[in-house]
């Protein structure tokens, strides 16, 4: 069963920084493009950021580019999300989710059930 | 930055109805489409990708079409547990982006 666990959500204030994790299990993690996804209080999904599996390609949001770092540990089975100088708009669940294999265009067939980061002083 | 914009944003329907949601593209995103599905509280669920193709154990009352720059979503007879926030998303070029979303209820 695939299994996607999310944590190091939590309150910090604006300028700040959090990482966040995801503990995959129940796939080969190595052989599958990685994603996070947000989504505020009340509004619609935010795509934040993809990592190839291989590691090698990343890509984000306009929004967060230059503050957060998406990563993998491909023998840790884990996904990471480094944010740095951390704004009130960055308040959201924010969602690890899996692609069908390592391409990036087939949607994100497994979601985890998120963890809620708050930006405020 | 594509663009994505569903319709309505909001739609009331009964149970055994037939609905209908659609998506435009701002540019030609060919087929690489997807549909999910949300309940309050809870994550968002794969329906459809490349535009049409079900997921592995959606109901086949869901469906999909299009290509290019307008897809739809239908439901062709809804049940009591459909009723959720829809979202299209594309996956044609970076950055994703998700449509709106269409509140059913």
């Known amino acids: 069963e695939v299994q996607l666990l999310e944590s190091g959500g939590g309150l910090v204030q604006p300028g700040g920084s959090l990482r966040l994790s995801c503990a995959a299990s129940g796939f080969t993690f190595r052989s599958h493009a990685m994603n996070w996804v947000r989504q505020g209080q009340g509004k619609g999904l935010e795509w934040v950021s993809t990592i190839s599996n291989d590691v090698h390609s990343t890509y984000y949001a306009d929004s967060v580019k230059g503050r957060f770092i998406i990563s993998r540990d491909n023998s840790k089975n884990t996904l990471y999300l480094q944010m740095n100088n951390l704004r009130a708009d960055d308040t959201a669940v924010y969602y690890c989710a899996k692609n069908p294999g390592g391409g990036f265009s087939f949607g994100h067939d497994y979601w985890g059930q998120g963890t809620l980061v708050t930006v405020s002083s | 930055d594509i663009q994505m914009t569903q319709s309505p944003s909001s739609v009331s329907a009964s149970v055994g109805d037939r609905v209908t949601i659609t998506c435009r593209a701002s540019q030609d995103i060919a087929k690489w489409l997807a549909w999910y599905q949300q309940k309050p509280g809870k994550a968002p669920k794969l329906l459809i990708f490349?535009?049409?193709t079900l997921q592995s154990g959606v109901p086949s009352r869901f469906s999909g079409s299009g290509s290019g720059t307008d897809f739809t979503l239908i439901i062709s007879s809804l049940q009591p547990e459909d009723f959720a926030t829809y979202y299209c998303q594309q996956s044609s070029s970076f950055p994703i982006t998700f449509g709106q979303g269409t509140r059913l209820e």
């Open positions: 490349l535009a049409s």
